[in-house]
């Protein structure tokens, strides 16, 4: 793909840690051989519709599919043009005139710099967007894989980063699950809605066309495997927001995961580890680090998508017909976007499936809290005979005591004889059993598995 | 609403600009009453489900009907608590105690802060974002209208914000329409999304319910009028930032419209007036002045909407089980959003309806450019004949000869032989005649009006 | 301050984590109040310059210093009107009339609405500013009092949010000082940066005063305690951009110190905690917990500060002398914003005056990562021996062995021929002595304390 | 510069827009010039400090001066290592070792990665901010060219988009200039504020070097020719923020005055026009369009300026001693934003130098509003006769007559009365001269023009 092309002001490193085929979808190479292919594809149609020869849209196809284009004089000209698409189409045409100055006239006829700008942008995006589902598919996969495998195996819930009541970590997995599985069909959706021809000429009304527009249009969108809209676009940005905010909302999920995990790989928790590996995580000073390397990709990821998606918001009010200052550059926010995505979501999918979990620290740091987690079991226990207030109070002395002596809380609460008067001796030990605490978990856990399965049925 | 709650420190500006019915769905006595809502619920529910004494559910029920909140000291206590439930809970359990003590016992049995304000945040949110909907509906009726009306009045098509080529008014309130036909069915959806009960308990696992915890919370759901969910959501904030996402995109529609009427608006444009009337637009020191108030409104919502979705955006990846500093505020980031988001549309609904439009001076401005509009198809006619590049540049000098010597390009085109030879006869009028140059408008604003037709059926 | 103003829809609760100090300096009321001393002072100024009566100016001063508004209505008209100023000048004109028919004639003689609402919100935010430097100073007080304490108090440096090498806890509170200390200067250099009187009239002329425009200006900005600038700043919005993010540098450094103490309070850490006290950070549901309710705070605040900032940064490029839809709703953005870093402020300088540190955790912490904390220290002595590839090949082979066999580093390193071979007896426990490897931590503290003390110097 | 360095996978076109010596500055190839050039001072500075043989640093030197890197390679493994440095530095390790494995054990010793990527951004981003001073310096003299030469050149103001009272153009150009004005200090500071070193080491304290840290420290400052400061900013972004938000300010003005330019060279108003010339502002398909080409880079530019700033503000908060996921990236955000600010500025600079204005056009749309731009003056005149009330009144029946009737105000003004009665003859005139009408804009000239002047003063 990249042959064709010559640069001589690389910024590779832009898309550093970009997942590959989604920096390969969308970086220079392919803009301009998506641009190519909208110029050769509108000529193709307009010439089955009518509007030019055949033999002249051929050259023109000929031509695009092995045009070269030289990306750093376009960039300057661009400054000077306020586009990309005009300097790219004067390429163009001089290369299909040194084959035919009769095709040569033709090259772009009927279309707008935006209509080139725009299409390329939709044909570039689809293939990332496939790609980005199957790595949602991936994390959905295997966040669902540790829900089952996981289902009972007891660890300390933390809200406000504090130890709370137990619970499974399958059923933390499931939470996981069900960001990807709530995710998944709007982005869907997004792509879908974006899978749209840009054809309108310079003012949208494709003048140029005559009576063929509607027969070129389809016929150019049925060449490009893209639906024909009721209306050209130009200044209706609200398709390529809301690809981007659904971007935006996966990098979250992904970004949530990650939060998870770099907290439970902390080496003070260490309940959770992602994999190793070659070069993975290690520290340029530290030869004992393993860092949270794939986290952090989510993460960084998730520091810049929400601007990234505010940029396309804040451009949805362009002036009049084309405006002045959004189409123009749309393309590239939402390539940084789009790549950010990639970054984050194969950072997890590649974590989670190798996440190394540790059972016995999870018991034991749920073990460390000397039972507190169980207070809520034992204070709502209480209310029923002793009334909210009184019971509430009674077990924060409890806790209270139960820290300063150093002592389980089930020690506690039997040294206690209001307390232990208070519940009937066989449901004692109950109210300090792990397992039986989880509440509503296994049914939780059935219910967003089966959930994944319903997505996962309704893509196939 | 408003009588059973006292307040001393209001702030009532802060939504100065936000529709009515919005800002009463969103204001403080609405959260505080829908808090007592839920725990009303929660408590009736739980008695069905055999939890609690349906007694002390009543009185449950009935206190939080008629209890009195201290807004200003309840703001001070949500300070320390880090979370307006807790004191909320407290000062509702006190009131519930003065009628019963054994009923106070139960007050928020079973959950935690966040199922409360979550759940009241769903409940505002339901009857705003239905009044967003019915603002929709009448933009799009408006533009409708406009649509229909002015199918065949010409006006110059503005790219860049320089005139382009022919187009008609119509043609662009279809444009206009079809952000409001495409925005309709997302937000509705995402409102849909959000008609979700939040209730997890202090971990999400509903521990306390036992065995009772589906039964519980499908009351719960249907006393509330909400869908139950298979997992709680206290980490998964993506269906917030997604109704607050579409909601900014429905501002970005609204200002879109607004953009263009401001700027038709202009003294030295004047195609069209927002309505007029009773202290709208007016100025405080300018007797003659008439400003765009109505478009200003939707502006001034779009230059807000994408940082406050943007900051629901970083809000996706909550540590742990419930997050340290995220759910806290999201209602009032999206009271906020919302509130802009009926203030754009509630005032774009008002300026279309009484839309004054100027075909004369449509037409003025279009003569203004000495037919320099007609330039597109000009080139694209000679193009056929003597070839683009030769047609471009032979058209260029035209215009250029035009504007010189402040004549039509009509007559310089008939002026030069090369240009006059390579047109017959009986297409030269045609070249220059405004209907014959909107190319597909017509059957585009059937489509676009078809289109908005789908929309409304579906939704009725 | 409220008593003379009526309100009927009460918002209270948006600033329901903001400091009381500036949610009163900046709360409706505040407003209001500051909208009417502009109007007495400019009559004022402008009686004394010759432009009207000192007896009508005299008049207007008393009656804007007892005027009632309601603000409900005031909120309504402003929608009519797109400013608040409108609706605030005719309520505040017709109070004047009941007094004075001669002196309403010159209520806002010769200003426009924008200067009203300008120079109000410098007027709130003058006191608003002074108070966040107060508990800027006091953070950077208890940041300095930690630092002190506990310059050689060992823990474990943690980087990537993995144990790292040794540093004192001192040191880590240095570089919480040396954010307060480097932010203190810029923040109040544009507070005194937004000193500034707004005064143009309709276009920004000062036509109305003629010859007498420079003496208006000078006199009122006396009066009001501002300065006067070169020209209005009815379209240069840089100042109010500038002071929202500096106050969002201050929120950043607020948050920061608020991540770090959050983490350090997490129960597997215990290294450090927030003091409790009445109501701070309890849970509505678990009996037993103890949130970092104050980092909480810091956290929210710094979910919203970004994008504020960002708002701001947007309204930069308003349309022509004045624009559509920019300084018409600033001051709510920019009360948000202070409101935020007043809350965050607060929240962290308590925390940090009643931190409580715990030695032996940090300690016990360090011990537990079994000496590979050291691990630099041991791959730099040893790479002065052996070079760096292979110092660092073999000291990660004694950290994998130390992992295995759970020995500490130390240990391991005797154990190892080549190892303990290349480094003499007499530096080898050095290399396992936390004093020993603070490196240059002692003088960054002495340095980042003297710097403080600058600050301090310099504000005095 | 670009010679020794190798890629194969360029993303060119993501700096389309910006101007060619800051992407030179900031490009990939200047970014690994910038690392290997730390490394090699690095080296350099530890061996004057006796912490390495001389002989092995002047290796490193010559080595980092040649070295070769394969950009695409870099960021694969980048995404591996979580960071660009890591594998830059065994990149660059592996050359070294290459000509000396003794020097190759120094290579970058002491530091950490982010203290190569740091460091590297300081040393990049110093002559990019030198570039876009002078930029700013070009803008602002070009601004007051304008404000000299055109300072008794009569136009219309606008607010909110409508016509309002006179001004004249020169002053216009005043209000642009003092946004550049007040802009250049505070940019210039935030520049000075970021030629900082990063030095830490791997916790930030400089372990390695021992009691040599400082000396390190000081002499590396000094061959890099920046400045040392207390404390390593591993965690302390305030700085970055900051430069990047001045760089946001920066495109503000440059926006301001892009949307005046853009709206003045509408067809309809046609006051003012960008230069033409080669290329510039031409379009795709019609011929005789003259885009305000340059104006849409400041625009476009404003349109991401104000979120790639929010991005580095939602940054402040890294993970106590190095975070997980900000400075990684920061150096990519700061290049985007820096480039839009250099896009914008030199295409605002050239747009002004080259400016024509049209004083005949100001002249005629300003007598187009038939008097009704001296309305303010009148009501102001008759208030003072009439009280404000029945002035305001007045005037508005007169300018409803004008408009109705189609005549100057003046002419309506002397067929009424009660209005001509109001005014002695003899001032009668000047009410409706543009001229008399300007207040204080010729002294606010010429205090902006003194300012500008005292601005380049204190620079050089």
């Not at 789009?338 to 194969?346: F, I």
Request: one cysteine or more; charged letters at 20%; a neutral charge.
């Amino acid at each position: 793909l990249l042959s064709p092309f010559h640069y001589n002001r690389p910024v590779t490193l832009t898309l550093t840690f970009a997942d590959e085929p989604i920096a390969a979808a969308l970086d220079d190479a392919s803009l301009l051989a998506a641009m190519a292919r909208f110029e050769a594809a509108l000529a193709l149609a307009s010439a089955r519709a009518g509007v030019l020869p055949i033999e002249d849209a051929q050259v023109i196809v000929r031509v695009s599919d092995v045009a070269h284009f030289d990306a750093a004089a376009l960039a300057r000209q661009a400054r000077n043009a306020g586009t990309l698409a005009i300097p790219f189409v004067k390429a163009l045409t001089a290369q299909v005139a040194a084959s035919s100055p009769s095709a040569a006239r033709w090259v772009h006829f009927g279309a707008t710099s935006q209509d080139t700008i725009d299409t390329a942008l939709v044909l570039c995006v689809q293939p990332a967007g496939r790609r980005l589902l199957e790595l949602v598919a991936r994390l959905g996969d295997s966040a669902a894989k540790l829900t089952r495998e996981y289902a009972a195996t007891p660890m300390a819930a933390r809200t406000l980063l504090q130890p709370a009541a137990p619970i499974s970590f399958g059923w933390k997995a499931a939470v996981w699950l069900s960001l990807v599985a709530d995710a998944y069909a709007p982005f869907a959706a997004s792509l879908e809605g974006m899978r749209v021809l840009q054809l309108g000429g310079p003012v949208g009304t494709l003048a140029a066309f005559g009576d063929k527009a509607e027969a070129v249009t389809r016929l150019l969108a049925e060449e490009l495997r893209l639906r024909a809209v009721p209306i050209a676009w130009h200044g209706a940005r609200g398709g390529i927001a809301r690809l981007g905010v659904e971007a935006a909302i996966l990098v979250g999920a992904a970004a949530k995961i990650a939060r998870d995990v770099a907290l439970l790989m902390q080496a003070e928790v260490a309940e959770a580890f992602e994999p190793g590996g070659a070069g993975r995580g290690g520290s340029s000073s530290l030869p004992h680090k393993r860092n949270p390397a794939l986290s952090l990709l989510a993460l960084e990821a998730a520091q810049r998508a929400p601007q990234l998606a505010a940029t396309l918001l804040a451009e949805l009010a362009p002036e009049h017909e084309r405006g002045l200052a959004q189409w123009q550059s749309q393309f590239f926010t939402l390539r940084d976007l789009l790549g950010a995505c990639g970054s984050g979501l194969a950072a997890m999918a590649e974590a989670l499936e190798g996440l190394r979990v540790d059972p016995v620290a999870m018991l034991a740091n749920l073990e460390r809290t000397q039972g507190l987690v169980f207070s809520e079991a034992l204070a709502n226990r209480l209310s029923r005979t002793l009334g909210k207030p009184r019971a509430h109070t009674l077990v924060e002395s409890l806790c209270a005591k139960a820290v300063r002596e150093t002592r389980h809380l089930r020690e506690v609460f039997m040294d206690n004889e209001e307390a232990r008067g208070a519940v009937p001796d066989d449901e004692r030990a109950r109210l300090f059993d792990y397992a039986a605490q989880l509440g509503d978990a296994p049914r939780a856990v059935a219910r967003v598995l089966a959930c994944w399965e319903a997505v996962k049925a309704a893509r196939s």
